[in-house]
């Protein structure tokens, strides 16, 4: 599986990105899906995630209520709408994607495949 993940940019606080990522391979957008954050001088932070169906979703408590989580299996494509931008979710933003049911969708191990990052500037 291999993720594109797009749609970051500046923006000023209290505004709005919506991050996409494109899943390809035999398995894209088959399992969980989710995104995770890295600021600088920061250890790596779970963001929020979804199950296959997207019935099932988890947000870190910094974001929830502002970032919403999304896909669409028809499109192989995941989604992050963020709604609210502080200077603080300044970060590299990474989508995953598991390999099989059933894991901790909030956990950084339970994803092999992680998409190249794309930044997001919160200026204040």
């Known amino acids: 599986v291999q993720l594109q993940a797009s749609g970051g940019g500046l923006v000023q606080a209290g505004g709005s990105l919506r991050l996409s990522c494109a899943a390809s391979g035999p398995t894209a957008a088959k399992y969980g899906m989710g995104w995770f954050r890295q600021a600088p001088g920061k250890n790596r932070e779970f963001v929020a995630s979804?199950?296959?169906?997207?019935?099932?979703?988890y947000y870190a408590d910094s974001v929830r209520g502002r970032f919403t989580i999304s896909r669409d299996n028809a499109k192989n494509t995941l989604y992050l709408q963020m709604n609210t931008l502080e200077p603080e979710d300044t970060a590299i933003y990474y989508c995953?994607?598991?390999?099989?049911?059933?894991?901790?969708?909030?956990?950084?191990?339970?994803?092999?495949?992680w998409g190249q990052g794309t930044l997001v500037t919160v200026s204040s």
């Open positions: 979804t199950s296959w169906s997207g019935a099932t979703t």
């Open positions: 995953t994607q598991a390999k099989a049911y059933g894991l901790d969708l909030t956990q950084g191990a339970s994803y092999p495949y």
